[in-house]
């Protein structure tokens, strides 16, 4: 059953960490409403995380689990997130100042999870498993919403000026070889979906290229190759991104463990 | 999952009615506490009650005693602390020795809101939700219904201004002041008003 949990802690840690990026907006968005946005979509992705960190603590049955204790006290190695969502707001592969941010690779990034989620979510609310079944029928509410926030702001920039379709157009550059993580294999996933419990989600990728193609077709952006290096996240095998965000996203926890407030 | 005794939390199908949540199977004691529980109001919205808002789903004999069940609204809804408390705390004034259950399933639907709830809702500045919030449960209506009725891609959603009631209306922004609304204005009156967003 270990690696059923496994499989719980993957959506939730995909969830929180993007989550915890998206919030990095709070107080920074190019305008107030999507600042406001940016930190609903948050709100979402981490109550959406805290359900099944929740539930992974009471499968547990140790008496010490707690959602905080998976949130705030595992390491790089136990994060489960596709390497997707770990990535700064930018496209620049180099170390990056928080001022780099790139409100493109934020909306393109949020497309292409969240258009993956509505159809895993959907699916997963006839999961065998009653309480994950009732996790994703909130969250699949939640993810359609994001979508179609996501999808609007990429019509919007890649039909805006020269310059917003310049940047979209290398923000999917720059990430759409970061979704072929979504079609590998991994023995959590293989073990959840034969159980019935969890999903298949290689049966969402024609669906889910259809979605990517019609919206970059209508956002005059080129669909691009999702070609080269596949990337390990789900493994534990992060890139160095991660741990830039555990370290802020712990530290408080780490420095007062027990505190409460 | 806690265990489901009452018809209404163990039924079946998606969308449950409208209206209070009373059973005719109930004591006099369930009722006694539903009639408790009309003063536990919202947090965020004071105009309406969580029974009012369907949030409030059912008072039933658990195994250890009298349960009062309630669903959460969005998952991270930062609200949903502070009306266990309020419901604990009034269950806790008035003497009655129940537990507050979180239930996640069926899930939340604003559909479930009262036709009272959505007339205060629209008389304190909201507009409340367009109905059948559920019928987008195959995720193609996201992409269809754009934000803009200008960006020229599918068909907005009817939103009517609750301060002056026209149609012509505009989106401002997908998100408002919390997860559950979006900000609006009126090109009528020119008002801007929060939407409760149908989920």
């Known amino acids: 059953m270990a690696s059923y949990q496994d499989y719980l802690l993957h959506l939730a840690d995909n969830a929180l960490i993007l989550g915890q990026r998206n919030a990095e907006w709070c107080g920074h968005g190019p305008i107030l409403e999507e600042d406001l946005a940016l930190a609903n979509n948050a709100l979402d992705l981490i109550g959406q995380a805290r359900m099944l960190y929740q539930y992974v603590a009471a499968l547990r049955k140790d008496g010490k689990t707690t959602e905080d204790l998976l949130v705030y006290f595992r390491d790089v190695p136990d994060f489960k997130n596709y390497t997707l969502v770990e990535l ?6 180099l170390p990056t100042a928080s001022g780099d941010r790139d409100y493109g690779v934020t909306m393109t990034r949020n497309f292409l999870y969240s258009a993956l989620m509505v159809q895993v ?11 994950l079944a009732a996790i994703a029928a909130k969250s699949r509410k939640e993810a359609q919403y994001h979508l179609r926030h996501a999808h609007d702001w990429v019509l919007r920039l890649g039909n805006g000026t ?7 157009q290398a923000a999917f550059d720059y990430l759409m070889p970061f979704t072929q993580e979504f079609w590998t294999d991994s023995a959590m996933e293989t073990a959840a979906a034969k159980s019935g419990a969890g999903v298949d989600v290689r049966a969402f990728k024609a669906e889910w290229e259809a979605t990517a193609a019609d919206t970059l077709q209508a956002a005059t952006l080129k669909l691009p190759s999702s070609d080269g290096f596949v990337t390990t996240g789900k493994h534990g095998v992060h890139s160095e991104h991660l741990g830039f965000v ?9 420095a007062h463990p027990q505190a409460a407030w | 999952m806690p265990t489901q005794h009452s018809s209404r939390a163990g039924a079946s199908p998606p969308v449950l009615p409208d209206g209070p949540l009373a059973q005719s199977q109930d004591t006099q004691e369930h009722h006694a506490i539903w009639e408790l529980l009309e003063s536990v109001t919202d947090p965020e919205i004071p ?28 998952s991270g809804c930062p609200a949903m602390d502070q009306m266990e408390a309020d419901v604990a705390a009034a269950l806790a004034r008035a003497g009655v020795a129940a537990t507050v259950v979180t239930q996640l399933a069926p899930a939340w639907s604003t559909d479930w809101m009262t036709p009272e709830a959505r007339d205060k809702l629209r008389s304190y500045g909201i507009e409340p939700p367009a109905k059948s919030a559920c019928a987008a449960a195959d995720g193609s209506k996201v992409i269809a219904f754009a934000a803009r009725k200008s960006a020229g891609v599918g068909v907005a959603d009817v939103v009517a201004c609750p301060q002056c009631g026209s149609d012509n209306t505009t989106e ?3 998100f408002g002041s919390t997860a559950c609304k979006a900000l609006y204005r009126c090109l009528h009156c020119m008002e801007p008003f929060d939407y409760f967003k149908p989920y």
């Open chain 1, 88 to 93: 700064p707001h930018s496209t620049a592969m």
């Open chain 1, 121 to 131: 979510w959907q699916a997963l609310e006839h999961s065998s498993d009653a309480q």
């Open chain 1, 162 to 168: 020269e310059e917003s379709h310049r940047r979209m």
């Open chain 1, 246 to 254: 555990l370290a802020e996203m712990q530290s408080l926890a780490r």
């Open chain 2, 47 to 74: 105009v309406v009650n969580l029974r009012e808002m369907g949030i409030l789903r059912a008072v039933r004999q658990g195994a250890q005693g009298l349960e009062v069940v309630i669903t959460p609204t969005y």
């Open chain 2, 172 to 174: 401002i922004s997908h």
